[in-house]
T-cell receptor, first 109, second 114 residues
Framework: GQNIDQPTEMTATEGAIVQINCTYQ??????LFWYQQHAGEAPTFLSY??LDGLEEKGRFSSFLSRSKGYSYLLLKELQMKDSASYLC??????????WGAGTKLIIKP | GAVVSQHPSWVICKSGTSVKIECRSL??????MFWYRQFPKQSLMLMAT?????????EQGVEKDKFLINHASLTLSTLTVTSAHPEDSSFYIC??????????FGPGTRLTVL
């Protein structure tokens, strides 16, 4: 079966760095996405990785290792507004998104 | 970037009534749209895949006669929740696929059934 695993909840301090991991097992792979979702809102796109390596975009970076079925989202210089759920999703062989359950990130002052 | 709109943003209805939710791609054409449901503190659950001009493909456990999907044009898909009941209360989100891997989400519709 297809499976995406990510931690349920993480807590970090404002100004710090946090890494949210995601491991996956899917039938085929056409890329991995990270989305941010604030409570009561729809997900917003953060990043897309299809090749191995690190993609950096401002305070956010995303890493992919296809051989390990592993990705992480790295958030630097955390701000209170970064408190949200972060969803990992993999595009499978049919280009359908397989979703993780999401990681709720709590930022403390 | 591509913009997807949903209407209405929120709706409250009585049990037994039907509710229609519209999903529009505003500045692009989408041959494929997706409908998701999200209950509080849970992740997105794909309900169905909607392809323009053909019948929607429903995920296992989703009643196609209860959740009617119509994708009559390349910019509009509708989800009708028929004979809604309180357990149908949820956050419904659509997304539109531009190319194989690009999906853009609408802002969501919060449905409350009394």
């Amino acid at each position: 079966g297809q499976n995406i695993d990510q931690p349920t909840e993480m807590t970090a301090t404002e100004g710090a760095i946090v890494q949210i991991n995601c491991t996956y097992q899917t039938s085929g792979f056409n890329g991995l996405f990270w989305y941010q979702q604030h409570a009561g809102e729809a997900p917003t796109f953060l990043s897309y990785n299809v090749l191995d390596g690190l993609e950096e975009k401002g305070r956010f970076s995303s890493f992919l290792s296809r051989s390990k079925g592993y990705s992480y989202l790295l958030l630097k210089e955390l701000q209170m507004k970064d408190s949200a759920s972060y969803l990992c999703a993999v595009s499978d062989s049919n280009y359908q998104l397989i979703w993780g359950a999401g990681t709720k990130l709590i930022i403390k002052p | 970037g591509a913009v997807v709109s949903q209407h209405p943003s929120w709706v409250i209805c009585k049990s037994g009534t039907s509710v229609k939710i519209e999903c529009r791609s505003l500045d692009f054409q989408a041959t494929t749209m997706f409908w998701y449901r999200q209950f509080p503190k849970q992740s997105l659950m794909l309900m169905a895949t909607s392809n323009e001009g053909s019948k929607a493909t429903y995920e296992q456990g989703v009643e196609k006669d209860k959740f009617l999907i119509n994708h009559a044009s390349l910019t509009l898909s509708t989800l009708t929740v028929t004979s809604a009941h309180p357990e149908d209360s949820s956050f419904y989100i659509c997304s539109a696929r531009v190319r194989e891997v690009e999906q853009y989400f609408g802002p969501g519709t919060r449905l409350t059934v009394l």
